[in-house]
């Protein structure tokens, strides 16, 4: 064991690491301080056995190919386990905690042969912020532990402020590949699919994870920890642990106004959190691209920060024209995990700009324009500092985060959804919330472009019943009372008959933005529809926009016909719930169909 094992005086957090490596069998024990100094010798030590390729363009930049199995979030293999069935409710997979423990105890017997246990150290949230939890990863992967470096506060410091007998959330991994004497690594060590395991029990705060290495399924501070734990514990403490970006727009006058958005993965969050206005006076910054935790202040407000240190994104798609401060955020000190690579050492993907006449693909495979495959997988990441964001803004890593004027929900809908509506109180916000849907994305592993509901962008990361999540929205609002959030859903990608994207997007969508801003500040008007209250079109800033007014029109028009035929899939949704489902989430859904006629 190295020196630091020594400074932990966590009788508890010693007990469990001594149990996990004897039940584990590891070769060594280390423990992480998160120093540049453990960084560079993991990355160099990764370098050399052929994990990992540095980046000549990018300093201090490194990229990863997975094993081709092991790509994305896997839902399938995801758990939620109580006792009790009805506590993960019907949106989770559910095993008891005796049958999966057995299972997965008889997994991580002698899992980490032949490799290194690190224990890493980590908060989410300032370091000894009112709003920060503490957790501790054991994983046999380097990987899992320079991407905690970037992703998460790691540090000795952590361990101080645990102190004797501090509370932690216990997380537990493995990539589930032990090695026989003289047995040669492969680069990306896993399990197959069906001995991936990716368990929760939320009632002890505990994570336990096998077989994968990769982000959401590995990283066990981000959707483990701060959605699908988080959220129970948010739940029990009456705070939200939630799926949401925040940034913060100053308009001309100075005002700030902060805002949250949940949509599902690979919809945007990213983009929108680091919007370049297009509207003249207005600024944004960026504090969080994945995850929010929201508390009600002693002003009665509620506050938002975000708990990652980094930013865990999709690299195709990102570019200089679409998000460019993501791609001045990926410059140096970046892990990139499968993207392509060019004859000049950098990487590439889809939608970067021009392709390069010949790379190796995310497979190790040579790759041409020509290829029939992309170059990078869909969901290739990038993990960047936070702190590299040049928009980052100054209060990022307030303790007691920055006030929320404005809550956002949105998805991916070719059709139906308008560019964006106002719901008309809290408790239709949450029903527009809790009835989102979006066509699915590469970020799970799974079919792409089908329709589903999922609430609050919530479906993969709540940690319980999704009915008592509803009702937990609702009790947040009535504690909040006039004091809530204003709540509006958007939809960026409401395509033409011809298959065209009909917005702009990306920086233009700051029009749609200070139209909520200015309903905020009792400014903007809307007009009342069935579904909400819309934007007429002089209601928004259009000024310099190169949009056909008819275009404008038709994305700010409610067709009841098209909403009326998404009712049955709204009720057989919220069938699912059984009598979980909240009383004001069925009624919600009576009124609108009154509305609708
Ligand atoms: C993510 C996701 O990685 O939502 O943020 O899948
Ligand atoms: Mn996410």
Avoid at 109 to 121: A, F, Q, V
Avoid at 126 to 136: T, V
Avoid at 394 to 413: A, C, M, Y
Avoid at 421 to 441: K, R
Wanted: with cysteine; charged share 25%.
């Amino acid at each position: 064991m190295n020196s630091s094992s020594a400074e932990c005086k966590h009788a508890k957090l010693n007990q469990w690491v001594k149990e996990m490596a004897e039940t584990c069998g590891p070769k060594d024990i280390h423990w992480c301080d998160g120093s540049k100094a453990e960084y560079d010798r993991l990355m160099k030590e990764m370098v050399a056995s052929g994990a990992t390729l540095p980046l000549a363009k990018r300093p201090n930049c490194f990229h990863f190919r997975s094993d081709p199995s092991d790509v994305a979030r896997v839902e399938d293999r995801t758990f939620i386990s109580y006792p009790e069935e009805i506590e993960a409710g019907p949106t989770n997979n559910w095993m008891h905690p005796d049958q999966l423990k057995a299972t997965m105890r008889d997994l991580y017997k002698d899992c980490m042969k032949g490799r290194t246990m690190y224990i890493i150290p980590f908060s989410m949230g300032p370091i000894g912020g009112p709003l920060s939890k503490i957790g501790i990863e054991i994983t046999d992967s380097p990987y899992v532990v320079c991407n905690m470096h970037t992703m998460t506060r790691v540090s000795t410091k952590v361990l101080e402020v645990l102190g004797a007998d501090g509370e932690y959330i216990p997380c537990m991994h493995s990539v589930g590949a032990p090695l026989e004497p003289g047995q040669k690594d492969v680069p990306w060590p896993c399990a197959p699919i069906e001995q991936k395991y990716i368990s929760h029990f939320p009632e002890e705060n505990l994570i336990w994870s096998y077989g994968s290495g990769y982000g959401g399924n590995a990283l066990l501070g981000k959707k483990c920890l701060a959605l699908r734990i988080a959220s129970a514990m948010a739940r029990r403490e009456g705070w939200m642990a939630e799926h949401m970006l925040i940034l913060r727009l100053t308009s001309p006058e100075g005002r700030q106004f902060h805002i949250t958005g949940a949509f599902p993965s690979a919809c945007g969050k990213t983009n929108l959190a680091m919007i370049q206005p297009t509207i003249p006076g207005w600024k944004a910054e960026c504090i969080g691209d994945d995850i929010a935790w929201l508390k009600i202040g002693p002003d009665g407000r509620l506050y938002a920060i975000n708990p990652e240190a980094g930013f865990f994104g999709v690299a195709p798609g990102t570019a200089y024209d679409t998000n460019p401060m993501a791609m001045e955020s990926i410059k140096e000190n970046c892990i990139f995990t499968n993207c392509a690579v060019t004859d000049d050492s950098d990487v590439w993907w889809e939608g970067m700009g021009p392709a390069p006449a010949h790379a190796i693909d995310w497979k190790n495979k040579d790759w041409t324009p020509q290829s029939e495959t992309p170059a990078a997988h869909p969901n290739a990441r990038f993990t960047a500092p936070a702190a590299q964001c040049p928009m980052i803004s100054s209060d990022w890593e307030k303790p007691e985060g920055v006030p929320i004027d404005i809550f956002i929900f949105g998805g991916r809908r070719g059709s139906v959804v308008p560019l964006v509506y106002e719901a008309l109180n809290w408790d239709h916000g949450v029903f527009l919330g809790s009835t989102a849907a979006s066509e699915t994305t590469a970020a799970n592993i799974g079919a792409v472009g089908n329709l589903r509901r999922d609430p609050f962008a919530m479906l993969p990361f709540c940690g319980y019943n999704m009915g008592d999540y509803f009702q937990h929205w609702f009790e947040m609002g009535d504690r909040l009372g006039d004091k809530a959030p204003k709540i509006f859903y958007v939809n960026w990608f409401r395509k033409s008959p011809e298959g065209k994207f009909m917005w702009p997007g990306f920086g233009e969508n700051s029009r749609v933005l200070k139209w909520m801003c200015e309903r905020v500040a009792g400014k903007a008007g809307a007009a009342d529809t069935a579904i909400g209250k819309l934007p007429k079109p002089e209601d928004m800033d259009t000024g310099g926009l190169n949009l056909d007014p008819a275009t404008l029109k038709e994305l700010l028009t409610v067709k009841p016909a098209d909403w009326k035929a998404e009712l049955p899939d709204m009720e057989a949704h919220f069938a699912k719930f059984g009598d979980r489902l909240p009383p004001r989430l069925a009624k919600q859904l009576d009124e609108l169909k009154k509305r609708l006629g």
